[in-house]
């Protein structure tokens, strides 16, 4: 095991392990919010890109996530790969993305998703799945015939850590921790915690 002090490319060493044993949405992370009361919010949301800014992923920009995090501007998110015993936490600041960007994700997803995107207004309540399906069909006859654009309320959002930990399980609870923090100098450091 070679401990990068890199945690794009060691991020990326350790997601293609995991995707090769998580056969169903190993891209799947859970992503932790904070109200202004304090409370802690958590769902799972897919990663759709890493690069060396930060993770990003899409949502409805009306949603409590949403409202979390434009309140706080922070987040954390976590992959569990547990075929690996591995944990994966990445935290720090968050930003919506560039509005180019979202566009170019959106124009890329199936119609039924954009739909879907149009139709529900995530977070708020609802008479329940007949409605959200009544809504789809008056949304998908309101773009009869033309591409479905993105909807103004939903987009990206770009977790950018400045604290990454790694962790790798082994027998006795003797597991290790590998946690990366910025060194001030535009790159990394790295520190092992006890287990
Ligand atoms: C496997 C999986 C993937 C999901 N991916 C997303 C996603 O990428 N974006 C999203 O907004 N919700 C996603 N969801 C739904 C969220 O978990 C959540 O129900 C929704 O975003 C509303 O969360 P909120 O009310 O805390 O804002 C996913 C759920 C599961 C189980």
Redesign the pocket.
């Given at each position: 095991m070679s401990w990068s002090t890199d945690p794009t490319q060691l991020f990326q060493t350790w997601f293609a392990e995991g995707v090769a044993t998580e056969p169903r949405?190993p891209e799947?992370m859970q992503?932790a919010?904070v109200s202004t009361d304090g409370r802690p919010?958590?769902?799972?949301?897919?990663l759709?890109e890493l690069d060396a800014q930060g993770l990003v992923?899409?949502?409805?920009y009306g949603?409590?996530?949403?409202?979390?995090l434009d309140g706080s501007g922070y987040a954390t998110a976590l992959f569990h790969f547990k075929g690996l015993e591995r944990q994966i936490i990445a935290e720090g600041r968050v930003e919506r993305v560039p509005e180019a960007m979202s566009d170019a994700y959106h124009a890329s997803r199936p119609r039924g998703s954009q739909i879907g995107a149009w139709a529900s207004s995530?977070?708020a309540p609802t008479a329940g799945r007949d409605a959200l399906l009544a809504e789809v069909e008056r949304q998908t006859e309101r773009f009869e015939g033309r591409d479905v654009p993105r909807p103004p309320h939903w987009g990206g959002y770009r977790l950018v850590p400045d604290r990454w930990e790694f962790w790798q399980g082994h027998p006795d609870r003797l597991h290790e921790r590998w946690e990366l923090t910025p060194d001030g100098e535009g790159g990394w450091t790295g520190r092992w915690l006890q287990p």
């Amino acid at each position: 095991m070679s401990w990068s002090t890199d945690p794009t490319q060691l991020f990326q060493t350790w997601f293609a392990e995991g995707v090769a044993t998580e056969p169903r949405v190993p891209e799947a992370m859970q992503l932790a919010t904070v109200s202004t009361d304090g409370r802690p919010g958590l769902r799972t949301v897919l990663l759709k890109e890493l690069d060396a800014q930060g993770l990003v992923f899409y949502t409805n920009y009306g949603s409590r996530k949403a409202r979390e995090l434009d309140g706080s501007g922070y987040a954390t998110a976590l992959f569990h790969f547990k075929g690996l015993e591995r944990q994966i936490i990445a935290e720090g600041r968050v930003e919506r993305v560039p509005e180019a960007m979202s566009d170019a994700y959106h124009a890329s997803r199936p119609r039924g998703s954009q739909i879907g995107a149009w139709a529900s207004s995530q977070s708020a309540p609802t008479a329940g799945r007949d409605a959200l399906l009544a809504e789809v069909e008056r949304q998908t006859e309101r773009f009869e015939g033309r591409d479905v654009p993105r909807p103004p309320h939903w987009g990206g959002y770009r977790l950018v850590p400045d604290r990454w930990e790694f962790w790798q399980g082994h027998p006795d609870r003797l597991h290790e921790r590998w946690e990366l923090t910025p060194d001030g100098e535009g790159g990394w450091t790295g520190r092992w915690l006890q287990p």
